[in-house]
């Protein structure tokens, strides 16, 4: 089942403006991840030179710029690799880590820094990193889907439920995600929240 529309400008507002992978048999491989993919450009254009990737960490009112990824060289591919668990700064409540994968051009955001709208260039769309660091310390009824996801890192793709207001997240392979080049009006965000 295809996850709704959801615009990314009300996200990117919502975070203002802003294979490999983990062994999931073992707790602490999920301390780490990589998630690496294909890149479908729809642009039409190459590929800005400067053109990186930053996962923005979904906060209530703000997004918290947390690790970086590259782009290969020839374009068609990229790599974000989180080799810690994010702070707790990243983090909502201190608990669970919602993680967009952001294509921007311009100098890389710093840690902890807002994206500009104007920069996103692309995402990989319905998807997100999730994070659990504390499944205790996070209300159940919040995150419907919370129980689907193992503690520490995982990759998530949306998923709606029957009887749901917001849609939510299920586990997949770290390198079964694509990083989607187009305009912000054209990407697809899990609505979450």
């Known amino acids: 089942m295809q996850p709704a529309r959801f615009s990314l400008t009300l996200v ?24 690496s993919g294909g890149i479908e450009n ?15 960490w979904a906060l209530d009112d703000e997004s918290y710029v947390a690790g970086v990824g590259t782009i290969a060289a020839d374009g068609g591919s990229f790599r974000v690799e989180l080799p810690e668990p ?15 994968i952001v294509a921007v051009t311009g100098p890389q955001p710093p840690a902890g820094t807002a994206i500009a709208e104007e920069n ?5 769309e319905n998807h997100a990193i999730i994070y659990v660091a504390d499944r205790d310390g996070f209300p159940a009824e919040a995150f419907w889907w919370l ?13 709606e439920a029957e009887g ?10 770290a390198g079964s995600a694509d990083l989607t080049i187009d305009d912000l009006e054209n990407l697809d965000v899990v609505n979450w929240s």
Request: hydrophobic share 40%; proline share 10%.
């Open 42 to 56: 729809h642009s039409g254009e190459p590929l800005p030179d400067d053109a990186s990737i930053v996962v923005a």
């Open 12 to 35: 990117l507002a919502l975070l203002p403006l802003v294979g490999s992978g983990c062994d999931e048999s073992d707790p602490e491989a999920r301390r780490s991840i990589t998630i």
């Open 120 to 124: 996103v260039i692309g995402l990989v």
């Open 164 to 173: 749901e207001t917001f849609e939510g997240f299920e586990p997949v392979p």
């Open 147 to 159: 129980s689907n996801m193992p503690d520490g890192f995982s990759l998530g793709i949306g998923v």
């Open 86 to 100: 994010p702070t707790e700064n990243a983090l909502m409540g201190g608990a669970v880590g919602i993680g967009i």
